[in-house]
Every structure is written in structure tokens, then in C-alpha cells.
């Protein structure tokens, strides 16, 4: 290497560094996007994140921002890693004025990953039906949001709408229950809660983990085969779940009699199990479609000029919706830090005030052209989750058919077992509770 | 110029046995120490410490505990992971367990327990070798993994089967900023680069070689083939297992067993590949090779962002130039970076006037 080569490298190192290590100071609300647009999850990653940025899009459209603050946002590839997610995490929480509002990780690993950053950097983190089922109870993890309802209540849901087909609880006596999961942190979650149910209304679980990414699965179906269960409930994510559908015509276990959670809920999950996805049956937190006003102006403010994150024929699938909702429900936080702080830029611990007092009525709802789409919530201090319900729906051919009414969750089962893992978390950890609080009082 | 040794004189047995013979070289060591340990935390974010310089770090010493065992004793090992996870879960149950134990001894008893792990698993190489040695050490990587994912008592019954790393607090210090927890990493990569320098230059490292280059011919010189090929896996899988922990406290804070999968073992053998087999310097060179090339296209693809690439094709072109680097650096050098910086040293010597 000579010499004016030497400089012309430095030259084009300092072009590269320069920039990465000044971050641009912007008047407005910053708001993360952390995504995966590569490996065995982008199927999924991808419309969910394209939903997100589209109402963000949307609202500074038609509306120039939140009260007069726009929207920016930055996004980072995670590939669902944890440790990727923590370099974005790390990269984009100081960006903006006042520092990145929230954080989305789209992934319960990701989420884990967090949970101790997020409350020194005073950053909310929002796992929206995803994360640590613990991290509802807010006197513990006052910075993570699992909202609208998370893995515990889901699965009291799931055993609710079980016992309705059967013609009701009682009835689930010497059920036998196979719980599908993918090996992760996501994938166990409910295994303490099943266990819990099952001594509570005396069927039988019995655990077929699934390793990541899950595109083998004959063994763990043959085993399925032997133990015959009634019931199979299915936790996977990216292309384990349209697997595990395939697997299951294969044995010819009644798709039916197979539950799947929200994450194993998607056009992408069946499409590509063809004939064998008919009559699957899975939950849901929130509806599919586009016959919602708000979706209609996001079609009309963003796609039709062109400007939409993802492809115009994912607008209304089921995870593009489910963008759509975590974005709404992040904006509706901000709104309500906004009533308390003024209309300006907020920052993340203002936010996470706006969050915790977060009351989202039908009425509220209604006027941003959501009802059905966003379900009515109310978050507390000690409440993290909002209570929010499950629906299910089955597919038939090419659509989802709805094949429940809301079903509340067993908050009977869930809360005490919350609190007690909660508990045990903060001994670990050797944290304080925050004292003072009750359900539904004035958050500090 | 840069290289030029003349003039320098070797007038006793330690000067002539030091690590870096040459004058320039113990300068250039001293000045990189000198930035590490006192410009870099005066001017580096906390971004630039936290995510970046942190875990290079930490993966610069597990490819150092893989060169040990894969580069200079020749013993191809796909269990590296498994012995990361190893020294985190091991870290982990002592500081919960025994809580009295002050948390850097936990690092190296958790350290020795993976060390024990890395034994136990090394005893196949006494029978076999080079890819069927590999097969056997993924033996390894997937009852390892196996383990921390069913048996609960290594996550203290954790639902999840997530560990949360304690605080990390000794004689009332607590390491929980960017710029503590970087100099901790620092201080022990920094202490364990020497040792590992040290030992392959001494009677273990040249007997580990021995082995490497033909292990009949080295039993017949005296070497004892069991002695020497399991103490290469006890130290490289001790200081895999002081890299794991540092990952699970160091870096992340939470670690699942999916965090120390098959990839990121196959990640570390790459590592010691691009870096440079038998080299302490390509253990460094191939960790930031593959730890902070991503991370710099990421972020170089991110001030294109909202220009004309949209953010999909951004993520996919981070995955296609990373591969073409691959690729670019084995064609032109197959031995590894460590190798290329060895061929820029001899030309720096004769620069300006080469012939």
C-alpha cells in the first residue's frame, strides 16, 4: 500500500465512522423500530413491522404527527437474535429529542434481553401478547408493558374455549392435552400455567418441545401419534408453525382439535400448508381485515401515494393488523403522557406514565375508526397487562373465520401466580417493590 | 522503516526469550493497552462500549480458547458454545447458590467447572481425529444445550428457562455502567491474551504443536499424547467458559441455552478461520472480523435508510456483502488476517525502498 493510498483508506474510514458516531438531533418523537427482514422468521417479522411504520406513516399525513409533534422513527434489523436486539436497543435509545419514546421487540427472547436495561435507561418496553408473563405485575418491572393480555391469560382462554366445545369445564376431566412448543423462552412460557390448569380441571399436558427453527418436526409428530392426545395446542413462530400443520394431516390429527396461539395465527402460517390448514383453529387478541376507517385512511394517506412500508395486499392480514395495533396502542400512550406533560416531545419516562394511566374506552376507540380492531383497556401501576380478551378463529380454505366471542381470561388463575413469580424475580435480583399501590389507584 | 530491527541487541536470555522481540512491537502493545485502558472510556459513547467493544471482547476470548484447542493443538472442536453455556449456567448457580462467593471467583470457578466439562468431552480425541473428533465434540454442543433446556435446576426452575445475571457487586462497587463493566471485560481478556501468549510459547505450547503437526511423531519425541491433548481442552474450554459468563453477565444480563446453539459455535470456529489458525492476534482479528462487520453495515446501511432502498433490501444487502467479505478475505489470504498483517509488517520493513 503506498502512501496516497493509505490516506485515500483513511479518508473513506472517516466518511464511514463520522456519521455512526454522531447521532442527528430532531425535534421530534422518536419511536424505534426494531425488525427482522432476514432469517427463518422474516415471514412473519415483516408485514407485522410494515403495519407499524404504516399508522406512524399515516398519522403524520393526515394528521402532521401527535398534537403537533411528528412521528420519526429509525429501524434495526435484529434477525430475532437477542444479542442483535441489544446492539439496536444500545444504538437507537438516544436518538431524537428527548430519546428513543418506547421500545417494540417483537420477541420474547428480545424482550428478556431488556428487561434489566429498560428501567436504568428509564425507556418503556412494550411486548405486546409476547415477553415475560411476570412483567405484568408493574410494582416489579415497572418499565415492561406486556399488553392486552399476555401468555398465562391467553392460555386460561384457550382451556376456556376447549371446555365450551366439549360442552364445559367439567368435561375436560381425562382430556389429554399435547402442548407443541417451539424450545425458547417464548415457547415455555406456559408451561407453569398448563400445569397449574391441569391440576385445577384434571386433564393431562404433556410437553413436545420443537428445536429452532423447527422445519423437522417427524419425530415429535410421531410421538404425538403415540400418546393420542384429544387436544394439541400449538406455540410456534416463522416456519415451524406451517410444519407443525402438515405434520399433524400427515398423523391425520383433526386440525380442529388443534389450538393455536396468536403467534401461530397468520395467512403465512397456513397459506403454505395448503388443504392440510383447513379448519385449523387459533386465538386471536385483535381482528383481521380492512373494513376499519383507520385502516381505510392508511390506505388512503400512505398506499395510495405510493409511499407503504410493504406490499398493498398485506394490508389487512392478520400480523400486518397486529403492527397496526402495537402502533396504536405506543401513539396511545404517548397521547396520554401528553395530557399530563403538554403537547410536546415526551420522553421515556413520561411515556411509561402515559402507558401505566392508559384508559382506552370503546368510545376512545371508536373515534380513531378502530372498534373491533383495538379491543377497550386499562392499565394500572400494578396492572401491566390491561385485560384485554382472546377470540378464536378457524381457517376455511382461504379466510379466517371468526368462531368465538371475546373470551375473558381466568385472572383467578393468573394474577396470583404473577405476583408469586414477580416476587421471586425481585428476591433474585435483590429489587424493592414500589409500595403504596393498589389496583386502579393514582400511579406515583 | 516501521520494522526495522537493526540496532536492537539482545544482550541477555530475557531479552531474547521476551514476547515481542522487536522494539516497535512492545511499543505498538503498549500504546494499544494504553488506548484501551484510558483513551477509549474517556471518549468512546456508551453505545460504542456497551454493544460493540464488549462483546468483541468477549468473542475475541472464546476464539481464543477455540485457537488454543483448534489452532495450535489441532484438535477441531464443534463444542464451543456448549462450553460457554457451561461457564454462564455454572456462574449463574454459584452466585445464587453461594451467594458469599465474590462474583469474580464465581467467573473463575465457573471457568474450572467448564475446564472439567471440556475434559470430559475431550476424552474421544485420545481415539480419534480431525472430522470424526468434530462429530464427536457436537456430541458436546447438543447434550450441553439439551441440558440447560430440560433440567430445571440449572435455571433455578425459571419458567422460561431464562437466566437474569445477578448485580455484579465487589467490596460494594457494583458493575452495572457501560464503562466498568468494558474495563472488567478488559482487564480479564487482557490477563488471559497474556497467559495464553505465554503458554504457547512455553514447553505446553510447543508440545500442543507437536501434537498438531503429527502426533506419532510427538509421542515418540515424549510427548504424553493423554496429558497434552486434554490439557488443551481444559484450557480452552476454561477460558470458553469465563467468555460464556461474561456473555450471560457482562453483555446480554439474561442468557437462554438457545443463545450458545450449534451457530454459535460454527460463528467461533469461523472467527479462528478469517483470523488465523495457531495465531493469538487472529483470535482478536476474527472476532471483530465477524462481531463488527455486521454491525458497521448495519449501520452504514442505515444512513442510506429512506433513500431510495427500502429497509427490506438494506437487511438482505448486510447478509450479501458480509458473505462476499467472507469469501474476498479467503481467496486472498487463506491463512487468515493474522497472516496478511504478518505480510504488511515485512513490507512496512522495507518500505520505502522494497526489492
Same mark, same amino acid.
Given at each position: 500500500?503506498?502512501?496516497?493510498?493509505?490516506?485515500?483508506?483513511?479518508?473513506?474510514?472517516?466518511?464511514?465512522?463520522?456519521?455512526?458516531?454522531?447521532?442527528?438531533?430532531?425535534?421530534?418523537?422518536?419511536?424505534?423500530?426494531?425488525?427482522?427482514?432476514?432469517?427463518?422468521?422474516?415471514?412473519?417479522?415483516?408485514?407485522?413491522?410494515?403495519?407499524?411504520?404504516?399508522?406512524?406513516?399515516?398519522?403524520?399525513?393526515?394528521?402532521?404527527?401527535?398534537?403537533?409533534?411528528?412521528? =420519526?422513527?429509525?429501524?434495526?434489523?435484529?434477525?430475532?437474535?437477542?444479542?442483535?436486539?441489544?446492539?439496536?436497543?444500545?444504538?437507537?435509545?438516544?436518538?431524537?429529542?428527548?430519546?428513543?419514546?418506547?421500545?417494540?421487540?417483537?420477541?420474547?427472547?428480545?424482550?428478556?434481553?431488556?428487561?434489566?436495561?429498560?428501567?436504568?435507561?428509564?425507556?418503556?418496553?412494550?411486548?405486546?401478547?409476547?415477553?415475560? =408473563?411476570?412483567?405484568?405485575?408493574?410494582?416489579?418491572?415497572?418499565?415492561?408493558?406486556?399488553?392486552?393480555?399476555?401468555?398465562?391469560?391467553?392460555?386460561?382462554?384457550?382451556?376456556?374455549?376447549?371446555?365450551?366445545?366439549?360442552?364445559?369445564?367439567?368435561?375436560?376431566?381425562?382430556?389429554?392435552?399435547?402442548?407443541?412448543?417451539?424450545?425458547?423462552?417464548?415457547?415455555?412460557?406456559?408451561?407453569?400455567?398448563?400445569?397449574? *390448569?391441569?391440576?385445577?380441571?384434571?386433564?393431562?399436558? =404433556?410437553?413436545?418441545?420443537?428445536?429452532?427453527?423447527?422445519?423437522?418436526?417427524?419425530?415429535?409428530?410421531?410421538?404425538?401419534?403415540?400418546?393420542?392426545?384429544?387436544?394439541?395446542?400449538?406455540?410456534?413462530?416463522?416456519?415451524?408453525?406451517?410444519?407443525?400443520?402438515?405434520?399433524?394431516?400427515?398423523?391425520?390429527?383433526?386440525?380442529?382439535?388443534?389450538?393455536?396461539?396468536?403467534?401461530?395465527?397468520?395467512?403465512?402460517?397456513?397459506?403454505?400448508?395448503?388443504?392440510?390448514?383447513?379448519?385449523?383453529?387459533?386465538?386471536?387478541?385483535?381482528?383481521?381485515?380492512?373494513?376499519?376507517?383507520?385502516?381505510?385512511?392508511?390506505?388512503?394517506?400512505?398506499?395510495?401515494?405510493?409511499?407503504?412500508?410493504?406490499?398493498?395486499?398485506?394490508?389487512? =392480514?392478520?400480523?400486518?393488523?397486529?403492527?397496526?395495533?402495537?402502533?396504536?396502542?405506543?401513539?396511545?400512550?404517548?397521547?396520554?403522557? *401528553?395530557?399530563?406533560?403538554?403537547?410536546?416531545?415526551?420522553?421515556?419516562?413520561?411515556?411509561?406514565?402515559?402507558?401505566?394511566?392508559?384508559?382506552?374506552?370503546?368510545?376512545?376507540?371508536?373515534?380513531?375508526?378502530?372498534?373491533?380492531?383495538?379491543?377497550?383497556?386499562?392499565?394500572?401501576?400494578?396492572?401491566?397487562?390491561?385485560?384485554?380478551?382472546?377470540?378464536?378463529?378457524?381457517?376455511?380454505?382461504?379466510?379466517?373465520?371468526?368462531?368465538?366471542?371475546?373470551?375473558?381470561?381466568?385472572?383467578?388463575?393468573?394474577?396470583?401466580?404473577?405476583?408469586?413469580?414477580?416476587?421471586?424475580?425481585?428476591?433474585?435480583?435483590?429489587?424493592?417493590?414500589?409500595?403504596?399501590?393498589?389496583?386502579?389507584?393514582?400511579?406515583? | 522503516?516501521? &520494522?526495522?530491527?537493526?540496532? @536492537?541487541?539482545?544482550?541477555?536470555?530475557?531479552?531474547? @526469550?521476551?514476547?515481542?522481540?522487536?522494539?516497535?512491537?512492545?511499543?505498538?502493545?503498549?500504546? !494499544?493497552?494504553?488506548?484501551?485502558?484510558?483513551?477509549?472510556?474517556?471518549?468512546?459513547?456508551?453505545? #460504542?462500549?456497551?454493544?460493540?467493544?464488549?462483546?468483541?471482547?468477549?468473542?475475541?476470548?472464546?476464539?481464543?480458547?477455540?485457537?488454543?484447542?483448534?489452532?495450535?493443538?489441532? @484438535?477441531?472442536?464443534?463444542?464451543?458454545?456448549?462450553?460457554?453455556?457451561?461457564?454462564?449456567?455454572?456462574?449463574?448457580?454459584?452466585?445464587?447458590?453461594?451467594?458469599?462467593?465474590?462474583?469474580?471467583?464465581?467467573?473463575?470457578?465457573?471457568?474450572?467447572?467448564?475446564?472439567?466439562?471440556? !475434559?470430559?468431552?475431550?476424552?474421544?480425541?485420545?481415539?480419534?481425529?480431525?472430522?470424526?473428533?468434530? /462429530?464427536?465434540?457436537?456430541?458436546?454442543?447438543?447434550?450441553?444445550? #439439551?441440558?440447560?433446556?430440560?433440567?430445571?435446576?440449572?435455571?433455578?426452575?425459571?419458567?422460561?428457562?431464562?437466566?437474569?445475571?445477578?448485580?455484579?457487586?465487589?467490596?460494594?462497587?457494583?458493575?452495572?455502567?457501560? @464503562?466498568?463493566?468494558?474495563?472488567?471485560?478488559?482487564?480479564?481478556?487482557?490477563?488471559?491474551?497474556?497467559?495464553?501468549?505465554?503458554?504457547?510459547?512455553?514447553?505446553?505450547?510447543?508440545?500442543?504443536?507437536?501434537?498438531?503437526?503429527?502426533?506419532?511423531?510427538?509421542?515418540?519425541?515424549? !510427548?504424553?499424547?493423554?496429558?497434552?491433548?486434554?490439557?488443551?481442552?481444559?484450557?480452552?474450554?476454561?477460558?470458553?467458559?469465563?467468555?460464556?459468563?461474561?456473555?450471560?453477565?457482562?453483555?446480554?444480563?439474561?442468557?437462554?441455552?438457545?443463545?450458545?446453539?450449534?451457530?454459535?459455535?460454527?460463528?467461533?470456529?469461523?472467527?479462528?478461520?478469517?483470523?488465523?489458525?495457531?495465531?493469538?492476534?487472529?483470535?482478536?482479528?476474527?472476532?471483530?472480523?465477524?462481531?463488527?462487520?455486521? !454491525?458497521?453495515?448495519?449501520?452504514?446501511?442505515?444512513?442510506?435508510?429512506?433513500?431510495?432502498?427500502?429497509?427490506?433490501?438494506?437487511?438482505?444487502?448486510?447478509? /450479501?456483502?458480509?458473505?462476499?467479505?467472507?469469501?474476498?478475505?479467503?481467496?486472498?489470504?487463506?491463512?487468515?488476517?493474522?497472516?496478511?498483517?504478518?505480510?504488511?509488517?515485512?513490507?512496512?520493513?522495507? #518500505?520505502?525502498?522494497? &526489492?
Amino acid at each position: 500500500m503506498n502512501l496516497s493510498e493509505f490516506g485515500r483508506n483513511s479518508i473513506w474510514a472517516a466518511i464511514i465512522a463520522v456519521p455512526m458516531m454522531i447521532s442527528p438531533a430532531a425535534a421530534q418523537q422518536f419511536i424505534p423500530v426494531t425488525t427482522y427482514d432476514t432469517g427463518p422468521y422474516a415471514v412473519n417479522g415483516q408485514p407485522f413491522m410494515d403495519g407499524f411504520v404504516d399508522y406512524l406513516k399515516m398519522l403524520n399525513a393526515r394528521d402532521g404527527g401527535i398534537n403537533g409533534v411528528k412521528l =420519526t422513527w429509525e429501524e434495526c434489523e435484529t434477525g430475532y437474535k437477542p444479542d442483535r436486539f441489544v446492539e439496536c436497543y444500545e444504538r437507537l435509545k438516544n436518538k431524537g429529542e428527548a430519546g428513543a419514546s418506547l421500545f417494540n421487540p417483537l420477541g420474547t427472547g428480545l424482550t428478556y434481553a431488556v428487561i434489566d436495561r429498560a428501567p436504568q435507561d428509564k425507556i418503556p418496553v412494550i411486548s405486546l401478547g409476547y415477553g415475560r =408473563t411476570d412483567a405484568s405485575d408493574g410494582r416489579v418491572f415497572p418499565y415492561i408493558f406486556p399488553m392486552v393480555t399476555n401468555y398465562w391469560s391467553q392460555s386460561t382462554a384457550k382451556i376456556k374455549f376447549i371446555g365450551q366445545k366439549l360442552g364445559g369445564m367439567d368435561k375436560l376431566k381425562g382430556q389429554k392435552i399435547a402442548n407443541v412448543h417451539h424450545d425458547s423462552a417464548y415457547g415455555k412460557e406456559t408451561i407453569p400455567v398448563l400445569a397449574k *390448569q391441569a391440576e385445577i380441571y384434571g386433564f393431562e399436558v =404433556t410437553h413436545f418441545p420443537v428445536t429452532h427453527p423447527g422445519l423437522d418436526q417427524k419425530a415429535t409428530w410421531l410421538q404425538i401419534r403415540q400418546y393420542k392426545p384429544d387436544w394439541v395446542i400449538l406455540r410456534g413462530w416463522g416456519v415451524m408453525n406451517q410444519t407443525a400443520i402438515k405434520e399433524a394431516a400427515r398423523i391425520r390429527f383433526p386440525r380442529d382439535q388443534m389450538i393455536g396461539v396468536w403467534w401461530s395465527c397468520a395467512e403465512q402460517d397456513t397459506v403454505p400448508a395448503g388443504a392440510a390448514a383447513d379448519g385449523y383453529i387459533c386465538a386471536g387478541f385483535h381482528a383481521a381485515g380492512q373494513d376499519f376507517p383507520l385502516i381505510q385512511d392508511i390506505l388512503k394517506h400512505v398506499y395510495d401515494k405510493g409511499d407503504g412500508a410493504g406490499p398493498k395486499k398485506a394490508v389487512g =392480514t392478520i400480523l400486518w393488523n397486529r403492527g397496526v395495533v402495537n402502533a396504536f396502542l405506543s401513539v396511545a400512550g404517548i397521547k396520554t403522557a *401528553q395530557k399530563k406533560f403538554g403537547n410536546k416531545v415526551m420522553s421515556g419516562e413520561q411515556v411509561r406514565w402515559g402507558l401505566e394511566n392508559l384508559n382506552l374506552t370503546a368510545a376512545d376507540i371508536g373515534s380513531q375508526g378502530a372498534t373491533g380492531l383495538v379491543p377497550p383497556l386499562k392499565l394500572s401501576c400494578l396492572d401491566h397487562e390491561g385485560g384485554g380478551g382472546v377470540k378464536f378463529q378457524q381457517w376455511v380454505g382461504d379466510h379466517w373465520e371468526m368462531v368465538s366471542d371475546w373470551i375473558e381470561t381466568d385472572q383467578s388463575i393468573v394474577r396470583p401466580m404473577i405476583e408469586a413469580s414477580a416476587a421471586k424475580y425481585a428476591a433474585e435480583k435483590g429489587l424493592t417493590l414500589r409500595t403504596g399501590m393498589s389496583l386502579g389507584s393514582e400511579c406515583p | 522503516m516501521f &520494522y526495522r530491527e537493526a540496532g @536492537q541487541f539482545k544482550a541477555s536470555y530475557a531479552a531474547d @526469550q521476551s514476547i515481542f522481540p522487536i522494539a516497535q512491537d512492545r511499543f505498538g502493545v503498549l500504546v !494499544i493497552l494504553a488506548v484501551a485502558f484510558v483513551f477509549v472510556p474517556l471518549v468512546a459513547n456508551e453505545y #460504542w462500549l456497551r454493544s460493540i467493544l464488549t462483546p468483541f471482547l468477549i468473542f475475541s476470548l472464546a476464539a481464543l480458547g477455540l485457537n488454543i484447542l483448534t489452532g495450535y493443538a489441532g @484438535q477441531l472442536s464443534l463444542g464451543t458454545a456448549g462450553f460457554m453455556a457451561v461457564g454462564a449456567f455454572a456462574a449463574y448457580n454459584l452466585q445464587i447458590r453461594i451467594p458469599e462467593i465474590p462474583f469474580i471467583l464465581d467467573f473463575v470457578l465457573a471457568g474450572l467447572i467448564a475446564a472439567a466439562v471440556g !475434559i470430559l468431552f475431550g476424552l474421544p480425541s485420545l481415539r480419534i481425529k480431525g472430522f470424526y473428533l468434530a /462429530v464427536a465434540t457436537l456430541a458436546a454442543q447438543f447434550f450441553l444445550e #439439551w441440558l440447560f433446556t430440560r433440567v430445571g435446576w440449572f435455571t433455578n426452575y425459571s419458567s422460561s428457562g431464562v437466566i437474569t445475571a445477578p448485580p455484579m457487586v465487589m467490596f460494594g462497587f457494583e458493575f452495572s455502567g457501560a @464503562q466498568s463493566r468494558y474495563l472488567l471485560t478488559l482487564s480479564i481478556v487482557a490477563v488471559l491474551a497474556l497467559a495464553a501468549k505465554n503458554m504457547v510459547r512455553s514447553e505446553i505450547g510447543r508440545a500442543w504443536m507437536a501434537v498438531r503437526d503429527m502426533d506419532v511423531a510427538a509421542e515418540v519425541i515424549g !510427548i504424553r499424547l493423554l496429558h497434552t491433548k486434554l490439557l488443551a481442552f481444559a484450557v480452552s474450554s476454561f477460558y470458553c467458559g469465563i467468555a460464556g459468563a461474561l456473555w450471560a453477565y457482562v453483555y446480554l444480563g439474561t442468557v437462554e441455552p438457545q443463545a450458545f446453539d450449534i451457530f454459535r459455535s460454527f460463528e467461533i470456529l469461523f472467527m479462528i478461520i478469517i483470523g488465523g489458525l495457531g495465531s493469538i492476534l487472529g483470535s482478536f482479528l476474527g472476532a471483530a472480523f465477524i462481531v463488527l462487520l455486521p !454491525i458497521v453495515l448495519n449501520n452504514v446501511s442505515s444512513i442510506f435508510a429512506g433513500g431510495t432502498l427500502s429497509a427490506h433490501t438494506l437487511s438482505h444487502l448486510e447478509l /450479501v456483502i458480509f458473505g462476499s467479505l467472507i469469501i474476498f478475505f479467503l481467496i486472498v489470504e487463506p491463512a487468515g488476517l493474522a497472516r496478511l498483517w504478518q505480510i504488511a509488517k515485512e513490507k512496512f520493513r522495507l #518500505w520505502p525502498f522494497p &526489492y
